[in-house]
């Protein structure tokens, strides 16, 4: 064969003179004792609803992002809808909520700790185990799904650890791991309650003093926290009421609160009344300390002039303005950070409102000069663990004390606005003692205030605890754990 009609290479040399079948021409023959290179085996991606709960997941891990935050957008973007939708938001949610749990078994079937085992690996772990433990998903697909997006991210080598981990844990079911691995329920009572129902344990410890007495209480409200929270809107009064939107959205009028309703099924961000801000998105405890701060009674005449001291992002600030403006009050709100201020001012539109972005702490306000205080304080958050999936791994007792503190500040600058016969309305979402009896406490030590007996301001709820403060549970009203305090300023 002539040259000029061999191949070449980019160095201009002709290619190997002989075909596979010996032929001139051809790439060169293979030594029979030359290994073939292993080839890297085909894998199969996450469906699309596994891909995004497992995208969730990384970045709660690596972001600290929120899963309630991120989960929406991200299905809107990626077009999952129906019950794909659903499929990813049980393990996205689901998987969050019960990492500890998940994590103790994987550890136990690992035969390592959780630190070193790769990021990556665990998150994909934890999916799997998940599927295992908590949902009818069939085994073979829980495992094979998961050992596949390994080999995806990884290799071979780490796809096999996977599935080792996975089958060690697909022999037993959730009762055998947790038979095996919680604590004595004789001996720690509560360390083994936080196990079963995936709670850090100083978590079920803060839910066992605030329940007090009633501390038997300690598995059902452990438990409520598991629970997919239902939806729950306000009708904004004056332009709706909660008769009129439950009966437009398909839901049901709520048990205590005059604005409330309960959405059955679907996206409450499509629902006329949200768009056209009638209604908004609202648990219905948070919509009762709204209430309760309207309702409080003063010494001498309301002047129509309240303040909400922690604003952001807006919601109970839209439903009090609300409430002001059919008597001809009006409202100011603080709200120091940038972003939570623009929804403030966002969810008020309307109202008579005014947004003012200071700390609260230094508002530069004229003292004494307000009739009515609501102060929403920044907390740990414990009251809402069902809505923060999260939320339970990321905060330690470390910060409650740092919270605290902060909590005690505000609620003196409260007081020092308020008028003689005024009230405050200190409220958190958080049952932790710290949070609630012990900033109250402090103030009422501290300051000219004295606590008048909240329960009837949460009328017709019940079971609010032994006053003069209120205790909101899920396990007991189906809402957030919110606790509210009224205190009156001494004349």
């Known amino acids: 064969m002539s040259e000029q009609y061999r191949g070449k290479g980019k160095d201009g040399k002709p290619f190997g003179g002989r075909d596979r079948g010996g032929k001139p021409g051809g790439p060169p023959r293979r030594d029979p004792g030359q290994q073939r290179p292993p080839r890297r085996p085909r894998r199969t991606p996450l469906d699309p609803a596994r891909q995004a709960a497992f995208d969730v997941l990384r970045a709660v891990s690596e972001r600290d992002a929120y899963a309630n935050l991120v989960l929406p957008a991200m299905l809107a973007e990626r077009g999952i809808g129906g019950r794909d939708a659903a499929f990813a938001t049980e393990l996205a949610y689901g998987t969050c909520r019960t990492r500890g749990l998940l994590d103790a078994v994987i550890v136990a079937a690992a035969g390592r700790p959780a630190d070193q085992i790769d990021p990556v690996l665990l998150d994909l772990l934890?999916?799997?185990?998940?599927?295992?433990?908590?949902?009818?998903?069939?085994?073979?697909?829980?495992?094979?799904?998961?050992?596949?997006?390994?080999?995806?991210?990884?290799?071979?080598?780490?796809?096999?650890?996977?599935?080792?981990?996975?089958?060690?844990?697909?022999?037993?079911?959730?009762?055998?791991?947790?038979?095996?691995?919680?604590?004595?329920?004789?001996?720690?009572?509560?360390?083994?309650?936080?196990?079963?129902?995936?709670?850090?344990?100083?978590?079920?410890?803060?839910?066992?003093?605030?329940?007090?007495?009633?501390?038997?209480?300690?598995?059902?409200?452990?438990?409520?926290?598991?629970?997919?929270?239902?939806?729950?809107?306000?009708?904004?009064?004056?332009?709706?009421?909660?008769?009129?939107?439950?009966?437009?959205?398909?839901?049901?009028?709520?048990?205590?609160?005059?604005?409330?309703?309960?959405?059955?099924?679907?996206?409450?961000?499509?629902?006329?009344?949200?768009?056209?801000?009638?209604?908004?998105?609202?648990?219905?405890?948070?919509?009762?300390?709204?209430?309760?701060?309207?309702?409080?009674?003063?010494?001498?005449?309301?002047?129509?002039?309240?303040?909400?001291?922690?604003?952001?992002?807006?919601?109970?600030?839209?439903?009090?303005?609300?409430?002001?403006?059919?008597?001809?009050?009006?409202?100011?709100?603080?709200?120091?950070?940038?972003?939570?201020a623009d929804l403030v001012e966002q969810n008020t539109r309307g109202l008579p409102v005014q947004v003012l972005r200071v700390d609260g702490r230094e508002a530069g306000l004229e003292p004494g000069s307000f009739d009515r205080v609501l102060v929403d304080a920044p907390c740990t958050g414990l009251g809402a663990l069902r809505r923060r999936p999260e939320a339970r791994w990321r905060r330690t007792p470390a910060d409650v004390p740092v919270l605290a503190k902060l909590q005690r500040e505000l609620l003196a600058a409260a007081i020092a606005l308020t008028r003689p016969g005024g009230v405050v309305l200190y409220a958190t979402c958080s049952p932790h003692l710290a949070e609630t009896v012990g900033v109250v406490s402090d103030a009422l030590r501290r300051h000219p205030v004295t606590a008048l007996d909240a329960r009837p301001l949460f009328a017709p709820a019940e079971n609010l605890g032994p006053g003069p403060y209120v205790q909101l549970w899920p396990h007991r009203h189906g809402t957030d754990a919110m606790f509210a305090a009224a205190l009156q300023k001494n004349l």
């Open 126 to 340: 934890r999916l799997g185990a998940y599927q295992l433990l908590r949902t009818n998903v069939a085994q073979h697909a829980a495992v094979a799904t998961t050992v596949e997006q390994a080999g995806v991210e990884f290799d071979s080598a780490r796809a096999g650890f996977v599935n080792g981990v996975l089958r060690a844990i697909s022999v037993r079911d959730e009762a055998s791991w947790v038979a095996e691995l919680a604590p004595s329920r004789t001996e720690d009572p509560v360390g083994y309650l936080a196990f079963v129902h995936a709670h850090p344990r100083w978590i079920a410890q803060a839910f066992t003093d605030a329940l007090g007495p009633d501390a038997g209480e300690l598995d059902a409200a452990l438990a409520a926290d598991d629970a997919r929270p239902g939806v729950h809107l306000a009708a904004r009064p004056g332009v709706l009421t909660a008769e009129q939107l439950a009966e437009e959205v398909d839901g049901t009028v709520g048990r205590y609160s005059p604005y409330a309703a309960y959405l059955g099924s679907g996206d409450p961000g499509k629902l006329a009344p949200v768009r056209e801000a009638r209604a908004l998105v609202q648990d219905e405890g948070s919509q009762l300390v709204a209430r309760a701060m309207a309702l409080a009674p003063l010494i001498g005449a309301d002047g129509g002039r309240w303040l909400d001291l922690c604003s952001g992002p807006g919601g109970k600030t839209a439903l009090i303005a609300a409430i002001a403006a059919q008597q001809g009050g009006n409202v100011t709100a603080i709200e120091p950070a940038p972003r939570r």
